[in-house]
């Protein structure tokens, strides 16, 4: 696609609850980045992947919190369990390997009530 | 840990004036953003600058970089009300998970 696409772009969830977050990179970006950005904590880096591996985990809060991506193209982060400092705004990204740019998605906006 | 540290966190300019936005970090980086934001949308990608002395302008905006001081600078020439919005630096460490470290974020409100 043009850009990288994120859905969905509004989700309200009760406590409790499990959500999914669904990320769609730039055609043919390797590397795909999951970033949390919520009042008072700025951005915050949660996982990337290079192709369908993570080698880099360290930002996921919790293990309330999971990503996978398949294909090395669509990736997918689980939260179970929802609090409700859960609440932010979750940002992906991608870049193509080797190229400096990395292109972000326009969120998903996560409430949980 | 890799710190990044923005200053100032928030600007408030005249229309016409000149203005620097100052982004620090704590360990050597081969790459700094600067991504722009506007209210309730993503990240906008401003610059990438990738050497020491790399300077990049566009419009009415120029980064700079001095890898030896680890200091980027944001430069703001005769703001417009059109540049009114957060600008983040952010610094690539492959060191720390190939992955982008933010700083806080620089809230630009320019005045008509």
């Known amino acids: 696609g043009a850009g990288v696409s994120q859905s969905p772009s509004n989700k309200v969830t009760e406590k409790g609850k499990d959500v999914e977050l669904r990320c769609d990179p730039i055609s043919g970006h390797t590397a795909l980045y999951w970033y949390r950005q919520s009042l008072g904590q700025g951005l915050e880096f949660l996982i990337y992947f290079q192709g369908n591996s993570a080698p880099d985990k360290s930002g996921l809060p919790s293990d309330r919190f999971s990503a996978e991506r398949t294909g090395g193209s669509v990736s997918t982060l689980t939260i179970q369990r929802t609090q409700q400092e859960d609440s932010a705004v979750y940002l992906c990204?991608?870049?193509?390997?080797?190229?400096?740019?990395?292109?972000f998605g326009e969120g998903s906006w996560l409430t949980v009530v | 840990e890799l710190k990044v540290e923005q200053n100032p966190l928030f600007l408030s300019m005249q229309e016409g004036k000149n203005y620097t936005i100052y982004c620090n970090y704590s360990?050597?980086?081969?790459?700094l953003y600067w991504y722009r934001q506007d209210p309730g949308k993503s990240l906008e990608s401003l610059f990438v600058?990738?050497?020491?002395?790399a300077v990049k302008q566009e419009g009415r905006l120029m980064a700079s970089l001095d890898t030896k001081a680890r200091l980027s600078t944001l430069h703001i020439t005769a703001a417009v009300h059109d540049l009114s919005a957060t600008y983040f630096c952010?610094?690539?460490?492959?060191?720390?998970?190939?992955?982008?470290?933010f700083g806080a974020g620089t809230i630009l409100r320019v005045k008509s």
């Open positions: 990204a991608s870049s193509l390997d080797g190229e400096r740019t990395i292109y």
């Open positions: 952010a610094v690539y460490q492959m060191e720390y998970g190939n992955k982008l470290v």
């Open positions: 360990t050597t980086s081969d790459r």
């Open positions: 600058l990738l050497s020491n002395g």
